[in-house]
Protein backbone atom coordinates (compact mmCIF):
# COMPACT_ATOMS: atom_id res chain seq x y z
CA UNK A 1 0.00 0.00 0.00
CA UNK A 2 1.18 3.76 -0.70
CA UNK A 3 0.85 4.97 2.79
CA UNK A 4 3.04 2.29 4.13
CA UNK A 5 6.16 3.62 3.76
CA UNK A 6 6.42 7.80 3.39
CA UNK A 7 9.02 9.77 4.61
CA UNK A 8 8.74 12.84 5.85
CA UNK A 9 11.27 15.85 6.56
CA UNK A 10 11.45 16.42 10.79
CA UNK A 11 10.55 20.12 9.99
CA UNK A 12 6.75 18.80 8.99
CA UNK A 13 5.92 18.29 12.46
CA UNK A 14 6.96 21.68 13.83
CA UNK A 15 4.56 23.68 11.89
CA UNK A 16 1.26 24.84 13.07
CA UNK A 17 -1.53 23.25 11.99
CA UNK A 18 -3.11 26.32 10.15
CA UNK A 19 0.06 26.23 8.16
CA UNK A 20 1.03 22.58 7.23
CA UNK A 21 1.65 22.08 3.62
CA UNK A 22 -0.23 18.65 3.71
CA UNK A 23 -2.45 16.34 5.18
CA UNK A 24 0.45 13.70 6.88
CA UNK A 25 1.34 15.18 9.64
CA UNK A 26 -2.19 15.61 10.61
CA UNK A 27 -2.76 11.76 9.65
CA UNK A 28 0.03 11.17 12.29
CA UNK A 29 -1.61 12.77 14.79
CA UNK A 30 -5.08 11.66 14.44
CA UNK A 31 -3.73 8.07 14.94
CA UNK A 32 -3.96 7.18 10.93
CA UNK A 33 0.15 7.19 10.32
CA UNK A 34 2.30 5.90 13.08
CA UNK A 35 6.19 6.11 12.99
CA UNK A 36 7.96 3.36 11.68
CA UNK A 37 11.81 4.85 11.40
CA UNK A 38 13.85 7.77 11.38
CA UNK A 39 17.11 8.84 9.44
CA UNK A 40 19.02 11.02 11.78
CA UNK A 41 21.70 11.74 8.87
CA UNK A 42 18.54 12.65 6.62
CA UNK A 43 16.04 13.96 9.65
CA UNK A 44 13.16 12.42 7.72
CA UNK A 45 10.44 9.90 9.53
CA UNK A 46 9.12 7.22 7.50
CA UNK A 47 5.49 6.45 8.67
CA UNK A 48 3.02 3.62 7.72
CA UNK A 49 -0.34 2.66 8.81
CA UNK A 50 -0.26 0.88 12.38
CA UNK A 51 -2.79 -1.97 11.69
CA UNK A 52 -5.41 -3.41 9.02
CA UNK A 53 -7.72 -2.15 11.31
CA UNK A 54 -6.45 1.53 10.94
CA UNK A 55 -6.36 1.02 7.27
CA UNK A 56 -10.16 0.00 7.08
CA UNK A 57 -11.09 3.16 9.09
CA UNK A 58 -9.00 5.38 6.83
CA UNK A 59 -10.76 4.33 3.81
CA UNK A 60 -14.24 4.39 5.78
CA UNK A 61 -14.12 6.50 8.57
CA UNK A 62 -11.79 9.19 6.98
CA UNK A 63 -12.86 9.85 3.76
CA UNK A 64 -16.18 10.67 4.63
CA UNK A 65 -14.66 13.11 6.80
CA UNK A 66 -12.39 14.76 4.99
CA UNK A 67 -13.88 14.88 1.49
CA UNK A 68 -17.67 14.09 2.52
CA UNK A 69 -17.57 11.07 -0.36
CA UNK A 70 -19.82 8.35 0.65
CA UNK A 71 -18.50 4.97 0.77
CA UNK A 72 -21.55 3.13 -0.67
CA UNK A 73 -21.94 6.19 -3.55
CA UNK A 74 -18.15 5.30 -4.96
CA UNK A 75 -18.20 1.96 -4.98
CA UNK A 76 -21.81 1.45 -6.77
CA UNK A 77 -22.14 4.64 -9.36
CA UNK A 78 -19.14 6.31 -9.73
CA UNK A 79 -16.52 3.95 -9.47
CA UNK A 80 -18.24 1.78 -11.99
CA UNK A 81 -17.76 4.84 -15.01
CA UNK A 82 -14.18 5.60 -13.25
CA UNK A 83 -12.75 2.62 -13.89
CA UNK A 84 -14.04 1.65 -16.98
CA UNK A 85 -13.26 4.78 -18.47
CA UNK A 86 -9.71 4.36 -17.47
CA UNK A 87 -9.58 0.17 -18.35
CA UNK A 88 -10.98 1.68 -21.96
CA UNK A 89 -7.97 4.21 -22.20
CA UNK A 90 -10.23 7.01 -22.11
CA UNK A 91 -8.57 9.28 -19.71
CA UNK A 92 -10.55 12.01 -20.61
CA UNK A 93 -13.96 10.63 -19.78
CA UNK A 94 -12.48 9.39 -16.70
CA UNK A 95 -11.35 12.83 -15.37
CA UNK A 96 -14.84 13.75 -16.76
CA UNK A 97 -15.89 11.86 -14.47
CA UNK A 98 -13.91 12.82 -11.36
CA UNK A 99 -14.91 16.41 -12.04
CA UNK A 100 -18.61 15.61 -11.67
CA UNK A 101 -18.87 13.59 -8.50
CA UNK A 102 -16.26 16.10 -6.81
CA UNK A 103 -18.74 18.68 -7.80
CA UNK A 104 -21.39 17.22 -6.09
CA UNK A 105 -19.23 16.53 -2.45
CA UNK A 106 -20.62 18.70 0.65
CA UNK A 107 -18.50 20.83 2.56
CA UNK A 108 -18.73 18.99 6.39
CA UNK A 109 -20.66 21.26 9.13
CA UNK A 110 -18.23 22.25 11.55
CA UNK A 111 -15.09 22.35 8.61
CA UNK A 112 -16.28 25.20 6.28
CA UNK A 113 -13.15 27.56 7.11
CA UNK A 114 -10.79 24.48 7.67
CA UNK A 115 -11.68 23.03 4.32
CA UNK A 116 -11.69 26.95 2.59
CA UNK A 117 -8.39 27.05 3.96
CA UNK A 118 -6.91 23.70 2.96
CA UNK A 119 -8.77 24.02 -0.21
CA UNK A 120 -5.48 26.38 -1.42
CA UNK A 121 -3.01 24.14 -0.86
CA UNK A 122 -2.08 21.25 -3.68
CA UNK A 123 -1.79 18.51 -0.69
CA UNK A 124 -5.19 18.68 -0.45
CA UNK A 125 -6.38 17.46 -3.72
CA UNK A 126 -3.63 14.98 -3.69
CA UNK A 127 -4.67 13.15 -0.65
CA UNK A 128 -8.46 13.49 -2.07
CA UNK A 129 -7.34 12.00 -5.41
CA UNK A 130 -5.08 9.48 -3.54
CA UNK A 131 -8.47 8.36 -1.22
CA UNK A 132 -10.62 8.18 -4.65
CA UNK A 133 -8.25 5.57 -6.27
CA UNK A 134 -7.92 3.79 -2.56
CA UNK A 135 -11.78 3.42 -2.76
CA UNK A 136 -11.38 2.06 -5.80
CA UNK A 137 -8.55 -0.74 -5.11
CA UNK A 138 -6.07 0.29 -7.50
CA UNK A 139 -2.27 0.89 -6.59
CA UNK A 140 -1.29 4.72 -6.18
CA UNK A 141 1.50 6.73 -4.11
CA UNK A 142 1.57 10.07 -3.65
CA UNK A 143 4.82 12.13 -3.79
CA UNK A 144 6.70 9.44 -5.45
CA UNK A 145 10.69 10.78 -6.28
CA UNK A 146 12.80 10.36 -8.94
CA UNK A 147 15.76 11.96 -10.13
CA UNK A 148 13.46 15.20 -11.29
CA UNK A 149 12.21 15.73 -8.04
CA UNK A 150 8.88 14.20 -6.53
CA UNK A 151 5.59 13.51 -8.67
CA UNK A 152 2.55 14.32 -6.79
CA UNK A 153 0.86 10.98 -7.91
CA UNK A 154 1.54 7.52 -9.91
CA UNK A 155 -1.50 4.92 -10.43
CA UNK A 156 -0.87 1.75 -12.02
CA UNK A 157 -3.26 -0.12 -13.56
CA UNK A 158 -2.65 -3.57 -15.19
CA UNK A 159 -1.89 -2.33 -18.74
CA UNK A 160 -0.95 1.20 -18.11
CA UNK A 161 0.88 3.60 -15.62
CA UNK A 162 -0.88 7.29 -14.94
CA UNK A 163 1.69 10.17 -14.13
CA UNK A 164 -0.21 12.98 -12.51
CA UNK A 165 0.99 16.39 -11.67
CA UNK A 166 -1.94 18.64 -9.34
CA UNK A 167 -2.09 22.95 -9.30
CA UNK A 168 -4.43 25.29 -7.64
CA UNK A 169 -2.52 28.17 -9.00
CA UNK A 170 -0.84 27.03 -11.59
CA UNK A 171 -2.43 25.89 -15.22
CA UNK A 172 -3.11 22.05 -16.30
CA UNK A 173 -0.66 23.01 -19.54
CA UNK A 174 1.90 24.45 -17.22
CA UNK A 175 1.50 20.97 -14.98
CA UNK A 176 1.85 18.62 -17.76
CA UNK A 177 5.21 20.65 -18.98
CA UNK A 178 6.52 20.04 -15.46
CA UNK A 179 6.38 16.49 -15.64
CA UNK A 180 8.09 16.30 -19.31
CA UNK A 181 10.76 18.93 -18.16
CA UNK A 182 11.59 17.14 -14.66
CA UNK A 183 11.40 13.68 -16.20
CA UNK A 184 8.50 12.12 -13.88
CA UNK A 185 7.79 9.31 -16.89
CA UNK A 186 10.79 8.87 -17.70
CA UNK A 187 11.41 5.69 -14.55
CA UNK A 188 8.21 3.65 -16.61
CA UNK A 189 9.33 3.64 -19.90
CA UNK A 190 10.51 0.74 -19.75
CA UNK A 191 7.94 -0.95 -17.82
CA UNK A 192 6.05 -2.16 -21.11
CA UNK A 193 2.82 -0.85 -19.68
CA UNK A 194 1.11 2.55 -21.48
CA UNK A 195 2.36 5.47 -19.75
CA UNK A 196 -0.26 8.18 -19.43
CA UNK A 197 0.76 11.86 -18.58
CA UNK A 198 -1.94 13.67 -16.81
CA UNK A 199 -1.86 17.76 -16.00
CA UNK A 200 -4.40 18.47 -13.60
CA UNK A 201 -5.62 22.22 -12.46
CA UNK A 202 -7.92 22.25 -9.41
CA UNK A 203 -10.75 25.38 -8.43
CA UNK A 204 -10.17 26.58 -5.10
CA UNK A 205 -13.34 27.83 -4.69
CA UNK A 206 -15.17 24.57 -6.04
CA UNK A 207 -12.60 22.14 -5.18
CA UNK A 208 -12.89 20.47 -8.33
CA UNK A 209 -10.73 19.38 -11.21
CA UNK A 210 -11.26 22.73 -13.82
CA UNK A 211 -9.05 21.53 -16.15
CA UNK A 212 -6.59 18.79 -17.53
CA UNK A 213 -4.07 18.13 -20.32
CA UNK A 214 -3.33 14.45 -21.62
CA UNK A 215 -0.27 13.47 -22.92
CA UNK A 216 1.37 9.97 -23.81
Known sequence: MSLDSLEVPSSAFDQPTENMQNALPLLYQSGYLTIKDYDR???????????????????RGLLPTYTGLDDSGVQVGFAARFWRALKSGDT?????????????????????????????????????TYLIFSMLNVYAKTQVRCAGGRVDMVVWLPDSVYVFELKVSGTAQEALQQIDSRGYAFPYQSDGRRVVKVGVRFNADTRVPEDWVIAE
Open 41 to 59: DLETYTLSIPNQEVRIGYV
Open 92 to 128: DKAMREMQAYMAGIPYVEGFKQKLAEAATKEGFYEYT
